[in-house]
């Protein structure tokens, strides 16, 4: 669309005009302010609708600098508006945008076909776009937009060099067609059936049949489903049969004839006469439907031109289904990804900007494009690329990711924005890019030969490449092999806090529970809430319950740990303010841990102060060890069990009653089970790892990623940040999508982690990235997609990795971040 500003004053009848610049060029139409691009050549048409009314927009859209405006004759503008703007008033601001775009569409000579019909509209336009793009350039409505809005917005996007147009139409009320068809004039005519659609304005189908017929009253040609007597009978009453073309399968004389449909599985073959001519058609679908939107538009490119069906007829095999909305899928990495992967052309690139431009809760997201080449003959190359570029700068893309040798070669149409370009989808999937995008809409949009579906599945799944497979029999195995250790009788309490040291503290607290430990021990009381909100019903302890979760304790049947005189008066005064009585709670005895807990000292007084009331009941008594796996510190550890000991008969005494006791961590456990006292609390173990050399345990936790892309370096290449990765010799590089954001230790850089892939350790090699890390497959036979393991499994365990580095498995295995996907399985 292209017009002076008093040119269109010129066409659309105002009843009043207020030019400020006469002379402005107009270039866009805009009716829904949310679609605004280039503001300066943009005209505002503000229309009344059942859902809303442009003029509310208007200084909205003057403040983003547009400054021309259609308006109703009755509006009444800011004199800021009115002050710089160019401002038409009109009796109908539709009918102003329809009679533009009529006058815009009289401009060219070329055929338009006109579609119409109750089913199939949009499908048929499409199949005619794709089988005529192989010999013309062809404009075409976007998607469905065939109402008395969509159609002038369709015209519009006619340009000189189309050589055909399509256009659909559609109605829902009598008096509707006859403003399409004014503004339309098709040469040619599709009517494809007619059926109950829209129906509610209309006396039968006969009425809403003849409405519909209205868009032909001038047109060539009309093509029909001959055996549709319900249709010939309307052209016949309407004085259109004359022109009418139809395919049939039953009758020979028809100008089509469709002799033999034979359908297999998932294609037809089709025998047909057209014009004396014999084809052999193959068609991707078996639906009726399909093939009946596949014959009007195969009869119509006969229409258009007797020679057109002998190009198109191979074609017929390669025809797209019609997706009608673009889908919107959550992804991982907070990545919201609109799926238009069915196929790829400069208008549907538009519509497909425009629909991510205007989802407002995409904002703060980057908008990031992955796009196949366009395969649009009828443009020059060059000229299509520039228009694509020029459109993705407009839409204020942040990235684009191009996908085809055409693409590839045009890449520099694109400088202005981050680009990438891979000659195929298995390249860019092959890559690490994928697992990079995060916290972006991205627009995947590719014709149907570049299988970008592909691309969608890979985004839309939470990234899981990395997943920590986490074996449930594994850990009942290893409470079963701890209850062994200590005397019958004595209570387990499982500790599952810190999310079960990065395990999922659900599945696990689950597992636990079909097991009957006695106890669970989370850090904080939200810990325990998300238990109890799950369904787990063991009793859980808080162990570092914080001052203002005494509702959620209430409120969720957690018990806290009290470990100091002004802790227990608070809880006290909140929990008598509440009613109760005998409220459990636990008592930590600080025996030497110095962290947590009373000095042995303050046990007499505690106890006194406890036994002085009964809001607060005692539940257990216990301390905690501070070096049970070291063999050089257990004389201390000896003096912990016997300063606690003290303590607990002390308060027993004064207490007239025994709590539980209990003192024992997996390595007190493991190495002084004499020690077990009423209760020991279990947590490394559970999880696989043995804190003493001599006694194993079962492994429970196993960390996998995949191999993403191995490259070859040449001699003197150096690998990753800072360059600390070198490679005098040159070899082989694999890149993982693990990182230190992802609870891969940096400290595993350069060489100090190991990796197994089909069962041959590798070294890392550079530094560790934020989310990838490389390691150096020089020599291995390694392929892309290979599993990698990281630990568990045949890489080394989580001991192992943990000296490695100077630290524990407890700092490995719960620094894994959450976006590892957890795995649970038995056996
Ligand atoms: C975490 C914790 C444990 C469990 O220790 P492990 O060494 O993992 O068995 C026991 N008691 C207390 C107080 C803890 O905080």
Same mark, same amino acid.
């Given at each position: 669309?292209?017009?002076?500003?008093?040119?269109?004053?010129?066409?659309?009848?105002?009843?009043?005009?207020?030019?400020?610049?006469?002379?402005?060029?107009?270039?866009?139409?805009?009716?829904?302010?949310?679609?605004? #691009?280039?503001?300066?050549?943009?005209?505002?048409?503000?229309?009344?609708?059942?859902?809303?009314?442009?003029?509310?927009?208007?200084?909205?859209?003057?403040?983003?600098?547009?400054?021309?405006?259609?308006?109703?004759?009755?509006?009444?503008?800011?004199?800021?508006?009115?002050?710089?703007?160019?401002?038409?008033?009109?009796?109908?601001?539709?009918?102003?945008?329809?009679? $533009?775009?009529?006058?815009?569409?009289?401009?060219?000579?070329?055929?338009?076909?006109?579609?119409?019909?109750?089913?199939?509209?949009?499908?048929?336009?499409?199949?005619?776009?794709?089988?005529?793009?192989?010999?013309?350039?062809?404009?075409?409505?976007?998607?469905?937009?065939?109402?008395?809005?969509?159609?002038?917005?369709?015209?519009?996007?006619?340009?000189?060099?189309?050589?055909?147009? !399509?256009?659909?139409?559609?109605?829902?009320?009598?008096?509707?067609?006859?403003?399409?068809?004014?503004?339309?004039?098709?040469?040619?005519?599709?009517?494809?059936?007619?059926?109950? @659609?829209?129906?509610?304005?209309?006396?039968?189908?006969?009425?809403?049949?003849?409405?519909?017929?209205?868009?032909?009253?001038?047109?060539?040609?009309?093509?029909?489903?001959?055996?549709?007597?319900?249709?010939?009978?309307?052209?016949?009453?309407?004085?259109?049969?004359?022109?009418?073309?139809?395919?049939?399968?039953?009758?020979?004389?028809?100008?089509?004839?469709?002799?033999?449909?034979?359908?297999?599985?998932?294609?037809?073959?089709?025998?047909?006469?057209?014009?004396?001519?014999?084809?052999?058609?193959?068609?991707?679908?078996?639906?009726?439907?399909?093939?009946?939107?596949?014959?009007?538009?195969?009869?119509?490119?006969?229409?258009?031109?007797?020679?057109?069906?002998?190009?198109?007829?191979?074609?017929?095999?390669?025809?797209?289904?019609?997706?009608?909305?673009?889908?919107? %899928?959550?992804?991982?990495?907070?990545?919201? *990804?609109?799926?238009? &992967?069915?196929?790829?052309?400069?208008? /549907?690139?538009?519509?497909?900007?425009?629909?991510?431009?205007?989802?407002?809760?995409?904002?703060?997201?980057?908008?990031?494009?992955?796009?196949?080449?366009?395969?649009?003959?009828?443009?020059?190359?060059?000229?299509?690329?520039? =228009?694509? @570029?020029?459109?993705?700068?407009?839409?204020?893309?942040? =990235? *684009?990711?191009?996908?085809?040798?055409?693409?590839? &070669?045009?890449?520099?149409?694109?400088?202005?924005?981050?680009?990438?370009?891979?000659?195929?989808?298995?390249?860019?999937?092959? /890559?690490?890019?994928?697992?990079? $995008? &995060?916290?972006?809409?991205?627009?995947?949009?590719?014709?149907?030969?570049?299988?970008?579906?592909?691309?969608?599945?890979?985004?839309?799944? %939470?990234?899981?490449?990395?997943?920590?497979?986490?074996?449930?029999?594994? =850990?009942?195995?290893?409470?079963?092999? !701890?209850?062994?250790?200590?005397?019958?009788?004595? %209570?387990?309490?499982?500790?599952?806090?810190?999310?079960?040291?990065? #395990?999922?503290?659900?599945?696990?607290?689950?597992?636990?529970?079909?097991?009957? *430990?006695?106890?669970?021990?989370?850090?904080?009381?939200?810990?325990?809430?998300?238990?109890?909100?799950?369904?787990?019903?063991?009793?859980?302890?808080?162990?570092?319950?914080?001052?203002?979760?005494?509702?959620?304790? *209430?409120?969720?049947?957690?018990?806290?740990?009290?470990?100091?005189?002004?802790?227990?008066?608070?809880?006290?005064?909140?929990?008598?303010?509440?009613?109760?009585?005998?409220?459990?709670?636990?008592l930590?005895i600080?025996s030497?841990?110095?962290?947590?807990?009373?000095?042995p000292?303050?046990a007499?007084?505690?106890a006194?102060?406890?036994?002085?009331?009964?809001?607060?009941?005692?539940?257990s008594i216990f301390s905690? $060890?501070?070096?049970?796996?070291?063999?050089?510190?257990?004389?201390?550890?000896? /003096?912990?069990?016997?300063v606690f000991s003290e303590a607990y008969d002390k308060m027993v005494a004064?207490l007239?009653?025994k709590p539980?006791k209990h003192i024992?961590? #997996?390595?007190?456990?493991?190495?002084?089970?004499?020690?077990?006292f009423d209760?020991?609390?279990?947590?490394?173990?559970?999880?696989?790892?043995?804190?003493?050399?001599?006694? %194993?345990?079962?492994?429970?936790?196993?960390?996998?990623?995949?191999?993403?892309?191995?490259?070859?370096?040449?001699?003197?290449?150096?690998?990753?940040?800072?360059?600390?990765?070198?490679?005098?010799?040159?070899?082989? !590089?694999?890149?993982?999508?693990?990182?230190?954001?992802?609870?891969?230790?940096?400290?595993?850089?350069?060489?100090?982690?190991?990796?197994?892939?089909?069962?041959?350790?590798?070294?890392?090699?550079?530094?560790?990235?934020?989310?990838?890390?490389?390691?150096?497959?020089?020599?291995?036979?390694?392929?892309?997609?290979?599993?990698?393991?990281?630990?568990?499994?045949? @890489?080394?365990?989580?001991?192992?990795?943990?000296?490695?580095?100077?630290?524990?498995?407890?700092?490995?295995?719960?620094?894994?971040?959450?976006?590892?996907?957890?795995?649970?399985?038995?056996?």
């Amino acid at each position: 669309m292209n017009y002076r500003i008093e040119e269109i004053a010129a066409c659309v009848h105002p009843v009043e005009v207020s030019l400020h610049q006469a002379q402005q060029q107009i270039e866009h139409v805009l009716t829904d302010s949310r679609s605004l #691009t280039d503001a300066t050549t943009t005209i505002f048409f503000a229309l009344r609708t059942m859902t809303g009314d442009g003029h509310r927009y208007i200084n909205v859209l003057h403040e983003h600098d547009v400054r021309s405006f259609v308006v109703a004759r009755d509006a009444v503008l800011d004199d800021s508006v009115l002050a710089d703007s160019n401002v038409l008033y009109v009796r109908d601001p539709l009918e102003a945008l329809q009679r $533009l775009s009529g006058a815009w569409r009289r401009n060219f000579t070329m055929p338009v076909v006109g579609i119409t019909g109750s089913n199939g509209k949009t499908t048929v336009k499409e199949f005619l776009y794709q089988l005529l793009s192989y010999e013309k350039k062809v404009v075409r409505s976007p998607r469905s937009f065939n109402s008395q809005l969509g159609v002038p917005l369709s015209l519009f996007k006619i340009d000189a060099t189309d050589e055909v147009a !399509i256009i659909e139409a559609g109605i829902s009320q009598p008096g509707e067609m006859e403003r399409l068809q004014r503004i339309i004039r098709p040469t040619y005519g599709i009517i494809t059936n007619i059926g109950q @659609a829209h129906q509610e304005n209309f006396i039968d189908t006969v009425e809403k049949l003849d409405e519909k017929l209205r868009l032909f009253k001038d047109s060539e040609r009309i093509v029909y489903r001959a055996d549709d007597a319900e249709i010939e009978e309307g052209l016949r009453r309407n004085g259109l049969f004359e022109r009418a073309v139809g395919w049939s399968t039953k009758n020979p004389e028809a100008p089509l004839f469709v002799k033999e449909m034979e359908r297999e599985t998932a294609l037809t073959h089709i025998e047909c006469i057209l014009d004396g001519k014999a084809y052999k058609l193959q068609l991707p679908f078996t639906d009726k439907a399909s093939l009946e939107n596949a014959m009007h538009a195969f009869l119509l490119l006969w229409v258009l031109s007797p020679d057109l069906p002998k190009c198109a007829a191979p074609h017929l095999a390669e025809l797209e289904p019609v997706e009608m909305r673009l889908e919107v %899928k959550e992804g991982g990495e907070d990545n919201l *990804i609109i799926n238009d &992967a069915y196929n790829n052309d400069i208008n /549907s690139l538009a519509i497909a900007l425009d629909f991510m431009q205007r989802r407002a809760l995409h904002a703060g997201k980057r908008r990031v494009l992955i796009l196949s080449d366009i395969l649009q003959s009828a443009f020059l190359t060059r000229n299509l690329y520039r =228009m694509v @570029a020029d459109m993705v700068k407009r839409y204020e893309c942040d =990235m *684009i990711i191009g996908i085809g040798r055409e693409l590839c &070669a045009y890449q520099e149409s694109f400088k202005e924005i981050e680009g990438y370009f891979y000659t195929d989808t298995e390249s860019f999937l092959r /890559s690490s890019l994928p697992g990079k $995008l &995060a916290n972006s809409v991205i627009l995947v949009k590719g014709a149907r030969n570049y299988r970008f579906e592909t691309i969608v599945e890979r985004l839309a799944q %939470k990234i899981n490449e990395t997943v920590m497979e986490i074996n449930l029999e594994a =850990m009942a195995e290893n409470v079963k092999s !701890i209850r062994r250790h200590i005397p019958q009788g004595v %209570k387990v309490m499982a500790m599952v806090k810190a999310n079960a040291y990065g #395990t999922g503290a659900y599945e696990t607290a689950k597992m636990l529970e079909e097991h009957h *430990i006695d106890a669970l021990a989370v850090a904080v009381a939200d810990e325990g809430k998300e238990l109890r909100k799950k369904g787990i019903l063991t009793p859980i302890v808080v162990m570092d319950p914080e001052v203002n979760a005494f509702s959620t304790l *209430i409120d969720y049947n957690l018990d806290p740990v009290v470990f100091s005189m002004s802790q227990f008066e608070e809880l006290y005064y909140k929990i008598d303010k509440q009613g109760f009585d005998h409220f459990p709670i636990h008592l930590e005895i600080d025996s030497g841990m110095h962290r947590l807990g009373f000095s042995p000292q303050e046990a007499f007084a505690v106890a006194e102060r406890i036994s002085r009331q009964s809001v607060l009941s005692v539940r257990s008594i216990f301390s905690h $060890l501070a070096a049970a796996d070291e063999p050089q510190n257990d004389e201390y550890t000896m /003096s912990q069990i016997k300063v606690f000991s003290e303590a607990y008969d002390k308060m027993v005494a004064v207490l007239g009653y025994k709590p539980i006791k209990h003192i024992l961590n #997996t390595a007190g456990i493991m190495r002084f089970p004499q020690y077990a006292f009423d209760m020991v609390r279990l947590g490394i173990g559970l999880y696989g790892v043995s804190p003493t050399p001599e006694e %194993k345990l079962t492994p429970v936790v196993t960390l996998r990623t995949t191999l993403l892309q191995i490259s070859d370096m040449p001699p003197g290449s150096t690998v990753g940040y800072g360059r600390h990765g070198l490679l005098p010799k040159g070899g082989k !590089i694999g890149i993982i999508p693990i990182g230190y954001a992802d609870g891969y230790d940096r400290r595993f850089g350069c060489g100090v982690g190991k990796v197994a892939i089909r069962g041959k350790l590798y070294p890392t090699i550079g530094n560790i990235c934020m989310d990838t890390c490389m390691i150096d497959l020089t020599g291995s036979d390694a392929q892309p997609g290979d599993r990698v393991t990281l630990f568990g499994g045949e @890489a080394p365990d989580l001991q192992e990795l943990a000296d490695s580095i100077g630290t524990i498995p407890y700092e490995i295995l719960s620094h894994m971040a959450m976006r590892i996907q957890r795995i649970y399985y038995r056996g």
